[in-house]
């Protein structure tokens, strides 16, 4: 799948401080909330993408909690990368990614300080039939297959206030790998 999955604090902020010197990436989370104002909400992971390749890795998910420090050292790599001016990230639903950085991060200049892109909102431009503007329908327009049968999450168990905890930590950061790819293919 061409996606590198780590657990170590180190690595995970020496990567993001290396995405921060490019033009452009996508970015996507999985959360255990649909908004990150609810009870006990959680990014779960965050996964990145440049044309050299994806990173996933846990973030507030409880079955990896990182130390203080490392969460701290994270968080900040993370901020640094989401405030990095000039900076073109693209989302699928940017405004989601948005909000729960914004929120989760308290810092509002991920706003208005790089440049956000939202291929879902470019695919209602294109088509606004209801229904077709979801990444695993995107996938099957233009690569011919259906991208959420690459993994082993199953999507039934999908609810609202118990998302992937199901799953297991390694079939979410692929999952959520696999969403930022092919958001910026």
Known sequence: TGIEVSYEAEAIVRILKWYATLSIISIDIETNRLRPYSVGARILSVSITSQHGTLAFPFQDTRLVWSTEDMRKISQALLELLTTP???????????????????????SILWLPTWTCTQVQAWMIDNRKGSQGLNDQCLLYFGFQLKSLSKVNRENLDNQNRLATTTLLDVLKYNGLDAKYTLS
């Open 86 to 108: 000039g900076l073109e990230i693209v989302a699928h639903n940017a405004k989601f990614e948005m909000e729960w950085f914004t929120v989760v991060l308290k810092d509002d």
